[in-house]
């Protein structure tokens, strides 16, 4: 375990891979546009109308532009909870022309918009700020008054600030604004400097380009500079000048980076409040400011600054009216005083007056802005109006008071000028970082030159200042922090991403799914001299990507003509980055610990970056060695641990401990490898040692291992440790004892390693973190852990004490011998024992049981920010029991001892924050004054209980006694944790209670602004949240199903295609689309299933099958009616009807209807009359069309209408199951001539009609054996086709109907069926099947088929294409789950080549499946008895279907015996599903997975085409039919990801029936929304076989399968 770092430290593994889209983007499309908003408020609505109001309208039409591609921009930053516990979530502010949308969320919760706001004009930014609401302006009013958190949006003219509370300010600009910053105190702008403004060679002096603003409502002031002179004192001055733009500010140290674009430096600057006597030097009137005339009196920014908020419009450029107002004063100045050598220190004279026209050489810039003190101003108490005062006294009264500065920007440090400085090498990003030991970096990126600049810094002494260290340069393309785990992520120009801890590289992040860049580009980046264009690419690869772009972003998973390198990406992860050459371009939107890479083709991926330790002990033993080693080395072990920790495949929560006792052991010098108790650290967390030896196939005789199993158990080792074996010397088997001994030869430590020198610290604070551990109940386990690890280091370091200590505390944890690692005597000396060491182990349970007896105690030793219960415990004693009052009010207190190494000052000061005690109440008892200060230190209730009973008692009794007698000013905290929240709810009661925060409250889903209804809103979602709370699949499945909005028509114009072609391609395209669409109700209805309840005076709503579509980009409708294509007639029919039933399907079996509520629904339009029909047949199968009145019944079957009459029957018989009801089979058999008299007139019904009858009677006579009814069925499977035409075109269904009916007549009764052993059931069903020579016709219709057909030629023989399918599923209900092998044996799979000929592979599935329903209790869940179905002739030859080469052979036919193999295959695997339908059975699941997978691989193999795409597809369909009857109704994750696959699929082979069957497995999946599955009794079986019938029709005309599907609906 020594190499283990080299093993396994190569790379980082980011986490969480995930598509990043803003979420704005989305939300703008549905966002309502403001424009008829801004149209209503130009006029009052009487004016509308008049002339000149139209005027006005057509004006204001005018103004508006639309765009076509607006330009956006987002920012995240993590999630502020309203009451400010913690969140881990991240809000975006998203900004896309008039709109800005603020939306909050994350991967666990759904993101939500929490505002949107839009404005007149453009946005030109939005950003986060907090205002402080306090009147009192110094330094320290910041730290504790109220904050009001506002979100500004900057506009051309004006700025808006909204806070959450609801309040709105406006506030209008004096000057353009290039630039807004949020600061600590309130708003920094930067005034954009337009060109014509300062001409080049004029001398004029420059107008202030900095203001800030503090609050909304106050006015808008000049910034202040102070930087040191080159000679003496500083300078103080406005910011004036243009050169300088900011490139980054920080609130937190308050900081401002700028970049001076003339000298091409960064400086730094802290941004503080305006001192008084800075205030007065620059309001003051200076003596070398040339001429007395220059400084008249009043100033005129004030006047325009004034004049403009009281809402006057600017000019073009706003300074530009000066001129004409303030001609009359000109004056001349030397043009040195222009120039920027730092040495002139008058502009700090600048004066406010205004003077000359724009070209004239003067002062007019400068003095414009200067707030000359000689105003009578409140204020002030200055000298009165200079008498030459006189030049513009007229325009502005003198009262007028100076605008005073409000803040300051203070010069820190200033980067070094290197002689081949580039022109532009600003910084494109700066942000602030720590290391990982708090060591604080400024980082800039200087894109021009890839490289990040890296400066430390860090706090003075005297916490007055910030010192700057030295720079350092990493080279890099981008990069971002990740402050979760103090460390950045650098992107460097290979393409690599690398892990940066302050300037100490920790390794390359590796992520799951992205190729590495060496894989994708075979030459690193050209290194631009021009700074990287946004969103360019370099050549070569954009040509590669050219083509794919569209693809890429279209659809989750692309839709390429191979899918063979796509389904591999669909099961890892569902990602498109698998199979693109991209790579990552840049690094953006840094939260926590989550960062968003840019690639190369436009899109966006957020990662995690994994956290230094999940599991709470390895956090604190970290903290507290971090704590006590020297910086550089504290760095260096965290960063061999964090690469330990985060390697790919890193650790399981479970052995992290192990991993980091490992690591940590082998950085002091340990060989772990021969220790015996980390030797055997089990570091994947696999199956614990009870379940192992469970999977090895038990031998009866049992075995050695078996004994050494049982002494290795922790059963055994904690038995032999036990006090009473040692009383009763029952001395272990010496055999472990000699291994041990064995083991311990010589092991002795390494010296030369990182921590050697430091064992004996590391081991002193860790027994501090134990004793701290011991304060929580909760860490029981880790004190276990850490015991280990400390007996080690205290025998190996000789420290009796410390070995007697843990003795005493696990007695059978610690065995008194143990392996003792030598640590050589020559090396001891190295080994750096610290001051704070003692001989003696400091022990918490012991000072506090002392202190209870009264005896003195030494302070005990406590790690400042670690163990803070330990402190908390001590103090909290100290206070009460010994009744120190002074104990908790000074920060040194006689009780502890801090440790520290240096004194560090960082922690220092966050103690001082921390604790600071605030006498804020009237304290009277001890009891009181300890709750108060347990309340200001953040103790919970929570922590109370966590702490051991016995030290717990102390505060228990205090918080007794304060909530019989509490004070009535005690804040909320301390209320609630005496448990008196009752005082808290008083004080507060007239305040509103809070509103919940963002993410509890319900997420608005989309569809409610939608106009249509998509026929899912009546789900219960309360219910559906509760079964799938973790995502959002119910969502999906939603998206997936509706059909009641147009598809997108995504077609490609090539340039050949004329447009008249193209929209023909589009329409075709759509047709393809439609089949999809069509088959989405079957779906729907299962997913629905049983959600309504209608209201009586309300028809049902039935949402429309939407079959238009719309094209992008400019969403053009695209319509199948146009004429161009030829679409087939009646192609809607079925999908109307089947869309009717889905509606039906809604209504509970509960629900009050009655016969006038039916009759009420009926349509108004006939187009709508199949979705009737459909409802009919729904209202049947949920039991309530009994209660339709036998006229109505009448009056629709003789309207004639042909699915009216379908959906009725099958309906009334489905109401009516297995009831024999004379008067329902009186009206089935008008429709079947065979049970008509042989005398009677011929009626002529429709032969879809004839069907449903058919269907209608097996339902009625449903496991009845009735024998009349079986006789005329049987016949019927096989009635040859009339002399006139009569029964020729799809006889297939007609007997497939009969075959289906007899089955359900006969169903499950075998071979006991009563009075009918004359008619030969089975002997005639089997000839049905396999063929043969057709019987004399019996029974009363002999004479209709005497004469042959005229058309058909059949001769004597059955047409088996015809009456197979029928006989088959006969055999398989009317013998289901009897077990009869003589009956299974007739189905099983020919074995011979010449007999496989005979058969349609279909029929083999049909076969496969019958046998198996037979021999019910034979199915196993695996696929070893899948595969056992096979016949050995298939087995043996056939193709694996990766092969390239055909192996060829003369007497058999490989095509034959890949389709019988696939088709075998998939009725095995229906059976499966019957078998184990809704029983959500595991190896059933895992079995039918793996088929499906195989499948999909099959469809893309090399020689998919020998067994026909078709045939795959089919077996393919039938799989996942049978994957969705085992999980009916769970929503299981991977089925749901299938069909989402094949959704997308609509291409090629997929037509109408493959979508029905994918839609039907989705419904299926979520029978109900969750609430309902599939039974197995034999009713639903039959229902079931019915509805999934596994021969799926062609396109949504054919009825060769069978009309009445939909019916899988018995639960």
């Given at each position: 375990m020594s190499n283990f770092y080299e093993e396994r430290a190569t790379m980082i593994a980011a986490r969480d891979l995930q598509e990043f889209v803003p979420f704005g983007r989305d939300h703008c499309k549905h966002h309502p546009n403001a424009l008829n908003l801004q149209l209503r408020q130009l006029q009052p609505a009487s004016e509308l109308w008049s002339s000149d109001g139209a005027a006005g309208l057509v004006g204001s039409l005018q103004e508006v532009t639309i765009h076509e591609k607006q330009k956006e921009s987002w920012q995240l930053r993590k999630g502020v909870s309203e009451i400010g516990e913690d969140v881990d979530y991240d809000e975006e502010l998203y900004v896309a022309g008039n709109m800005v949308i603020w939306s909050k969320g994350s991967k666990s919760q759904a993101l939500a918009v929490y505002k949107a706001f839009t404005v007149d004009s453009p946005v030109q930014q939005a950003l986060w700020c907090d205002f402080i609401i306090s009147q009192d302006k110094t330094e320290k009013a910041y730290s504790s008054h109220e904050i009001e958190k506002c979100i500004c949006i900057l506009q051309s003219s004006c700025i808006n600030m909204h806070s959450i509370e609801g309040k709105d300010y406006i506030a209008s600009l004096p000057f353009q604004v290039a630039n807004v910053w949020p600061t600590k105190y309130g708003l920094l702008f930067e005034r954009s400097t337009s060109s014509h403004e300062v001409p080049p060679g004029s001398p004029r002096e420059p107008l202030p380009t900095m203001f800030s603003m503090l609050h909304p409502l106050d006015e808008i002031t000049p910034l202040v500079c102070k930087s040191g002179s080159l000679f003496g004192s500083p300078r103080v001055q406005y910011v004036v000048d243009h050169a300088m733009k900011i490139v980054?500010?920080?609130?937190?140290?308050?900081?401002?980076?700028?970049?001076?674009?003339?000298?091409?430096?960064?400086?730094?600057?802290?941004?503080?409040?305006?001192?008084?006597?800075?205030?007065?030097?620059?309001?003051?009137?200076?003596?070398?400011?040339?001429?007395?005339?220059?400084?008249?009196?009043?100033?005129?920014?004030?006047?325009?600054?004034?004049?403009?908020?009281?809402?006057?419009?600017?000019?073009?450029?706003?300074?530009?009216?000066?001129?004409?107002?303030?001609?009359?004063?000109?004056?001349?100045?030397?043009?040195?005083?222009?120039?920027?050598?730092?040495s002139i220190s008058n502009m700090a004279a600048l004066s406010r007056a205004h003077s000359p026209a724009l070209g004239v050489h003067s002062f007019s810039g400068v003095q414009r802005f200067n707030i000359s003190s000689h105003n009578q101003s409140p204020k002030r108490h200055s000298i009165s109006h200079s008498p030459n005062s006189n030049s513009n006294g007229s325009f502005l009264a003198p009262e007028t008071e100076p605008i005073v500065p409000e803040l300051c920007i203070d010069h820190l440090w200033t980067e070094t000028m290197t002689n081949i400085r580039e022109k532009n090498s600003q910084a494109s990003k700066v942000f602030i970082t720590s290391d990982l030991c708090g060591q604080k970096f400024l980082c800039f990126l200087v894109e021009s030159q890839l490289?990040?600049?890296?400066?430390?810094?860090?706090?003075?002494?005297?916490?007055?200042?910030?010192?700057?260290?030295?720079?350092?340069?990493?080279?890099?393309?981008?990069?971002?922090?990740?402050?979760?785990?103090?460390?950045?992520?650098?992107?460097?120009?290979?393409?690599?991403l690398v892990l940066y801890t302050g300037v100490v590289r920790v390794g390359k992040v590796f992520i799951p799914g992205l190729p590495a860049p060496s894989l994708t580009m075979s030459n690193t980046m050209p290194r631009p001299s021009t700074p990287l264009d946004g969103v360019s690419t370099p050549k070569p690869l954009s040509k590669l990507l050219g083509s794919l772009d569209e693809v890429v972003l279209l659809s989750p998973v692309p839709e390429l003509r191979d899918s063979s390198k796509l389904h591999d990406s669909l099961y890892n992860e569902d990602c498109t980055f698998q199979q693109l050459g991209t790579y990552v371009h840049s690094v953006r939107d840094p939260v926590h610990n989550r960062v968003s890479l840019e690639l190369s083709n436009g899109s966006m991926v957020r990662i995690t970056i994994p956290e230094i330790a999940t599991s709470e002990l390895v956090q604190t033993c970290l903290q507290a060695i971090k704590f006590i080693l020297p910086k550089e080395i504290a760095v260096q072990m965290l960063v061999k641990w964090y690469n330990v920790h985060s390697a790919p495949g890193g650790p399981s929560y479970h052995s992290e401990w192990n991993l980091f006792v490992t690591c940590l052991m082998n950085l002091m010098g340990y060989n772990t490898d021969r220790l015996a108790w980390t030797r055997n650290f089990d570091f994947e967390g696999s199956?614990?040692?009870?379940?192992?030896?469970?999977?090895?196939?038990?031998?009866?005789?049992?075995?050695?291992?078996?004994?050494?199993?049982?002494?290795?158990?922790?059963?055994?080792?904690?038995?032999?440790?036990?006090?009473?074996?040692?009383?009763?010397?029952?001395?272990?088997?010496?055999?472990?004892?000699?291994?041990?001994?064995?083991?311990?030869?010589?092991?002795?430590?390494?010296?030369?390693?990182?921590?050697?020198?430091?064992?004996?610290?590391?081991?002193?604070?860790?027994?501090?973190?134990?004793?701290?551990?011991?304060?929580?109940?909760?860490?029981?386990?880790?004190?276990?852990?850490?015991?280990?690890?400390?007996?080690?280091?205290?025998?190996?370091?000789?420290?009796?004490?410390?070995?007697?200590?843990?003795?005493?505390?696990?007695?059978t944890l610690v065995r008194t011998t143990g392996q003792v690692c030598t640590i050589d005597p020559g090396q001891t000396g190295f080994m750096h024992h610290p001051s704070f060491f003692t001989s003696e182990p400091p022990s918490i349970y012991q000072w506090v049981s002392s202190c209870l007896k009264g005896e003195g105690m030494p302070p005990y030793p406590y790690l400042p920010g670690i163990c803070e219960r330990s402190r908390l415990?001590?103090?909290?004693?100290?206070?009460?029991?010994?009744?120190?009052?002074?104990?908790?009010?000074?920060?040194?207190?006689?009780?502890?001892?801090?440790?520290?190494?240096?004194?560090?000052k960082l922690q220092v000061e966050q103690e001082e924050n921390r604790f600071s005690f605030r006498h804020s109440t009237s304290v009277s008892s001890l009891a009181e004054k300890l709750v108060v200060w347990m309340t200001n230190v953040g103790f919970t209730l929570r922590d109370l209980e966590t702490l051991p009973f016995g030290v717990a008692l102390p505060i228990r009794d205090a918080i007794y006694h304060c909530r019989e007698q509490p004070a009535s000013d005690w804040p909320e905290a301390v209320c609630l944790l005496i448990g008196r929240q009752d005082l808290s709810k008083q004080a507060c009661e007239g305040n509103l209670p809070r509103g919940k925060s963002v993410l509890s409250s319900d997420v608005p889903s989309g569809t409610e602004t939608e106009e249509e209804d998509d026929g899912m809103n009546d789900m219960n979602h309360e219910v559906m949240s509760l079964i799938w709370s973790e995502d959002l699949r119910v969502q999906d499945v939603r998206r997936l199903l509706q059909s009641a909005h147009p598809v997108r028509v995504n077609v490609v114009q090539y340039p050949e295609l004329?447009?008249?072609?193209?929209?023909?391609?589009?329409?075709?395209?759509?047709?393809?689309?439609?089949?999809?669409?069509?088959?989405?109700?079957?779906?729907?209805?299962?997913?629905?299933?049983?959600?309504?309840?209608?209201?009586?005076?309300?028809?049902?709503?039935?949402?429309?099958?939407?079959?238009?579509?719309?094209?992008?980009?400019?969403?053009?409708?695209?319509?199948?009616?146009?004429?161009?294509?030829?679409?087939?007639?009646?192609?809607?029919?079925?999908?109307?009807?089947?869309?009717?039933?889905?509606?039906?399907?809604?209504?509970?079996?509960?629900?009050?209807?009655?016969?006038?509520?039916?009759?009420?629904?009926?349509?108004?339009?006939?187009?709508?009359?199949?979705?009737?029909?459909?409802?009919?047949?729904?209202?049947?199968?949920?039991?309530?069309?009994?209660?339709?009145?036998?006229?109505?019944?009448?009056?629709?079957?003789?309207?004639?209408?042909?699915?009216?009459?379908?959906?009725?029957?099958?309906g009334v018989s489905a109401a009516k199951l297995g009831t024999m009801d004379m008067s329902i089979t009186r009206l089935l058999s008008i429709h079947i001539p065979a049970l008509l008299p042989p005398t009677s007139t011929e009626l002529d019904v429709p032969h879809n009609v004839q069907v449903a009858a058919v269907v209608g009677i097996g339902l009625v006579y449903q496991g009845t054996a009735h024998r009349h009814t079986a006789e005329v069925l049987l016949a019927e499977i096989g009635r040859p086709p009339g002399p006139e035409m009569e029964y020729c075109t799809d006889r297939e269904s007609y007997s497939l109907a009969a075959g289906l009916a007899l089955g359900m007549v006969c169903l499950g009764h075998g071979s006991n069926l009563i009075g009918m052993s004359d008619l030969n059931v089975p002997e005639q069903l089997y000839q049905y099947m396999v063929g043969g020579h057709r019987r004399f016709q019996t029974g009363m219709h002999r004479e209709k088929h005497k004469s042959p057909s005229y058309q058909i030629k059949e001769g004597d023989t059955i047409n088996v294409?015809?009456?197979?399918?029928?006989?088959?599923?006969?055999?398989?209900?009317?013998?289901?789950?009897?077990?009869?092998?003589?009956?299974?044996?007739?189905?099983?799979?020919?074995?011979?080549?010449?007999?496989?000929?005979?058969?349609?592979?279909?029929?083999?599935?049909?076969?496969?499946?019958?046998?198996?329903?037979?021999?019910?209790?034979?199915i196993l869940p695996n696929s070893k008895w899948v595969d056992s179905n096979v016949p050995q002739i298939i087995r043996e030859n056939s193709i694996s279907l990766s092969e390239i080469e055909l192996p060829c052979s003369e007497d058999l036919n490989l095509e034959t015996l890949s389709q019988a193999h696939v088709y075998i295959i998939a009725g095995a695997c229906l059976s499966l599903g019957f078998r184990f339908a809704g029983s959500e059975n595991l190896s059933a699941f895992n079995c039918l997975h793996k088929f499906a997978k195989d499948?999909?691989?099959?469809?893309?193999?090399?020689?998919?085409?020998?067994?026909?795409?078709?045939?795959?597809?089919?077996?393919?369909?039938?799989?996942?039919?049978?994957?969705?009857?085992?999980?009916?109704?769970?929503?299981?994750?991977?089925?749901?990801?299938?069909?989402?696959?094949?959704?997308?699929?609509?291409?090629?082979?997929?037509?109408?029936?493959?979508?029905?069957?994918?839609?039907?497995?989705?419904?299926?999946?979520?029978?109900?929304?969750?609430?309902?599955?599939?039974?197995?009794?034999?009713?639903?079986?039959?229902?079931?076989?019915?509805?999934?019938?596994?021969?799926?029709?062609?396109?949504?005309?054919?009825?060769?399968?069978?009309?009445?599907?939909?019916?899988?609906?018995?639960?």
């Open positions: 980054f500010l920080n609130t937190d140290p308050s900081i401002v980076m700028t970049y001076d674009a003339v000298q091409n430096v960064h400086s730094v600057w802290t941004l503080r409040r305006v001192r008084s006597e800075e205030e007065n030097v620059v309001l003051k009137f200076s003596e070398q400011g040339g001429t007395p005339q220059n400084v008249a009196t009043s100033s005129s920014l004030t006047a325009h600054l004034r004049s403009l908020s009281k809402g006057d419009s600017p000019v073009t450029s706003p300074f530009q009216n000066y001129s004409s107002i303030h001609s009359q004063s000109r004056s001349t100045s030397s043009p040195s005083l222009h120039s920027r050598s730092p490289q990040l600049r890296c400066v430390k810094f860090q706090e003075s002494n005297d916490k007055t200042q910030l010192i700057f260290g030295s720079v350092t340069n990493i080279p890099a393309k981008d990069a971002a922090p990740v402050e979760k785990i103090d460390t950045m992520l650098v992107l460097e120009g290979s393409g690599n199956l614990s040692p009870v379940i192992a030896p469970k999977k090895a196939r038990p031998s009866e005789t049992g075995s050695e291992d078996d004994w050494e199993y049982l002494l290795n158990s922790d059963y055994h080792q904690n038995v032999e440790s036990h006090l009473l074996n040692r009383a009763l010397c029952l001395s272990s088997s010496e055999v472990s004892q000699m291994k041990d001994e064995g083991f311990s030869q010589n092991l002795s430590l390494d010296s030369s390693t990182l921590l050697f020198t430091h064992i004996p610290a590391i081991f002193f604070v860790l027994h501090l973190v134990y004793e701290e551990l011991k304060l929580n109940t909760l860490m029981g386990e880790g004190i276990c852990s850490l015991v280990e690890l400390l007996v080690q280091l205290a025998r190996d370091l000789k420290l009796g004490p410390y070995v007697d200590h843990y003795y005493r505390d696990y007695p415990v001590v103090l909290s004693i100290a206070l009460y029991i010994l009744g120190d009052e002074s104990s908790v009010s000074d920060e040194s207190s006689q009780y502890l001892t801090k440790i520290t190494i240096a004194p560090q004329s447009d008249h072609e193209f929209i023909e391609e589009k329409e075709n395209r759509l047709l393809q689309l439609c089949q999809r669409t069509m088959a989405l109700p079957v779906g729907r209805g299962m997913f629905t299933l049983f959600s309504y309840h209608p209201v009586p005076t309300e028809p049902l709503p039935i949402p429309k099958l939407n079959l238009t579509g719309r094209a992008p980009p400019r969403n053009t409708t695209v319509d199948l009616n146009s004429g161009n294509i030829d679409v087939p007639p009646n192609m809607t029919s079925w999908a109307s009807f089947h869309n009717g039933v889905a509606a039906g399907l809604k209504i509970a079996p509960a629900s009050q209807i009655d016969s006038a509520w039916i009759v009420y629904n009926k349509p108004k339009h006939a187009e709508l009359a199949n979705e009737y029909a459909g409802f009919l047949m729904a209202l049947g199968l949920n039991g309530h069309l009994t209660k339709l009145a036998t006229l109505n019944i009448h009056d629709y079957l003789t309207k004639g209408h042909e699915m009216t009459s379908i959906g009725l029957l099958l294409d015809v009456t197979c399918p029928g006989a088959t599923l006969a055999l398989a209900m009317i013998y289901l789950k009897t077990n009869n092998r003589s009956i299974a044996d007739w189905l099983r799979a020919p074995d011979t080549m010449y007999l496989l000929d005979f058969v349609k592979p279909e029929f083999l599935l049909l076969r496969t499946l019958a046998r198996c329903l037979i021999l019910w209790d034979d499948f999909m691989t099959y469809l893309s193999a090399p020689n998919a085409s020998v067994t026909g795409p078709y045939n795959l597809e089919t077996c393919l369909s039938v799989v996942l039919l049978s994957l969705a009857m085992v999980m009916a109704g769970s929503g299981n994750l991977k089925v749901l990801q299938l069909c989402r696959f094949l959704h997308m699929k609509t291409g090629g082979e997929m037509n109408y029936g493959f979508h029905l069957a994918h839609h039907m497995a989705l419904g299926l999946l979520f029978l109900g929304g969750g609430r309902y599955s599939l039974s197995t009794s034999n009713s639903s079986i039959a229902a079931l076989l019915c509805a999934l019938y596994p021969h799926f029709p062609a396109h949504s005309t054919d009825n060769r399968a069978l009309s009445g599907t939909n019916k899988p609906k018995k639960n």
